[in-house]
Each structure stands twice: as C-alpha cells, then as structure tokens.
T-cell receptor, first 118, second 119 residues
Framework: AQKVTQAQTEISVVEKEDVTLDCVYE???????LFWYKQPPSGELVFLIR??????QNEISGRYSWNFQKSTSSFNFTITASQVVDSAVYFC???????????????FGKGTRLHILP | GAVVSQHPSRVICKSGTSVKIECRSL??????MFWYRQFPKQSLMLMAT?????????EQGVEKDKFLINHASLTLSTLTVTSAHPEDSSFYIC???????????????FGPGTRLTVT
C-alpha cells in the first residue's frame, strides 16, 4: 500500500529563516512520482514539483529546493529566506507511474501548515 | 499550464437536497478525472476515479449512491451529492488527467475546488 507521512503538522518560523518540510513515503512500486503542492488560504492547490522515482537529482527553483533520497524514502522540501507569502499548507504526495492499468491516483500526506511570521 | 474549472465555487444547500458540482478541463481532453474531498484542516482524500463513458471507481468507504459521478464527455465530469446532510459539508476538489499521449505527459491538473455547506 502507498502512504505518505508528513510528521510536521504545523511549523512557525520568522521571516527570512530557512525551513524544511519533511516527507517520507512508502510504496512497493519501483516506478512512481512524488509531488509537492501548496494550498494557500484560498484553497486552490498550487503545483510545485513532480519528481520521477528514477530521477534522484536534487532540484532548485528560486528559493525552493527539494532533496529526494530513495535510500530513506524521503522527499524533503526547503524554503530558503522564507517570506510571509509562503504561509500555506504544503502537501507531499505520491502516485504510481501510469502504466497498463493507469492507476495513477495521487495519495496525499496530511499536510504541514507553515506560518511565516513577520 | 492546463486549466481545470469547477462550478460552482461555493454552494449552500439545505439538508435533504441534492447538489451538482461540475469539473471541466478547459483546453485538453481528460478521459480520467478524480474527485477529492477535504475536510477543514485535513488532507485531500480521494473519493472516486471518474472514467469517460464508463462507471466511476469509488474508494473504499465512499457511498456510490450518495455521490453520483457522471463523466459524459472528455471535458466534463459531474459529482452530485444526493440527499445532502451537514456532515457532507466539505471542500470538493477535482483533478483531470491530460490524455495527450504524444509525450506521455500524464499530468494531472487540479480544479480550484468547490466549498459545499449543507445547512
């Protein structure tokens, strides 16, 4: 069975601090996708990244970076120099890679509520 | 990126009535759409997978007679909450998978959500 664990329910940091959101996943599949989404108070999900299980390269996009470690089944997300606008709920998610069955439903973690304090 | 719309964005209905929520892929075809429910301060839980031209596949514990799904075209799926009760009040989000096989995009795009309040 697939499972995504975000152990941090809520985090508060002061603006300009760096913050890392943890994500640990479980899957029996050898091919899968990992995602991070941001959900601001408006409720709309904002796609941040999708990572294929075969691509373990870390990724950086502006102030955002992701550390994918297959050995520990983790896909952590770091925000550098945080800003108040980063305040939101962040979800880590997992799906099988589409194949013959195309059962690529996305399984979400419980989310981490991030507060950036001015 | 691709756009998915939901209508309505907010709806208030009385207990016992039914309410229909639409999910549309605006600039791509989607044979498969997904419906999620999110209770306040909780995660998104998949309710069902909607397949164009065939019956939806429901997740365990989701009542198919209560949450009717119709995927009548490649760009539209509807979720009807029948005989709604206050406990059905939630944020309903759909996603649509882009069918374009040319580069195996297989991307899923999420709608903005529909906030249902049952009084």
């Amino acid at each position: 069975a697939q499972k995504v664990t975000q152990a941090q329910t809520e985090i508060s940091v002061v603006e300009k601090e760096d913050v890392t959101l943890d994500c640990v996943y479980e899957t029996r599949d050898t091919t899968y996708y990992l995602f991070w989404y941001k959900q601001p108070p408006s409720g709309e999900l904002v796609f941040l990244i999708r990572r294929n299980s075969f691509d373990e390269q870390n990724e950086i996009s502006g102030r955002y970076s992701w550390n994918f470690q297959k050995s520990t089944s983790s896909f952590n997300f770091t925000i550098t120099a945080s800003q108040v606008v980063d305040s939101a709920v962040y979800f880590c998610a997992l799906s099988e890679a589409p194949g013959m069955n195309r059962d690529d439903k996305i399984i979400f973690g419980k989310g981490t509520r991030l507060h950036i304090l001015p | 990126g691709a756009v998915v719309s939901q209508h309505p964005s907010r709806v208030i209905c009385k207990s016992g009535t039914s309410v229909k929520i639409e999910c549309r892929s605006l600039d791509f075809q989607a044979t498969t759409m997904f419906w999620y429910r999110q209770f306040p301060k909780q995660s998104l839980m998949l309710m069902a997978t909607s397949n164009e031209g065939s019956k939806a596949t429901y997740e365990q514990g989701v009542e198919k007679d209560k949450f009717l799904i119709n995927h009548a075209s490649l760009t539209l799926s509807t979720l009807t909450v029948t005989s709604a009760h206050p406990e059905d009040s939630s944020f309903y989000i759909c996603s649509a998978r882009d069918d374009w096989e040319g580069e195996r995009v297989d991307e899923q795009y999420f709608g903005p959500g529909t906030r249902l309040t049952v009084t």
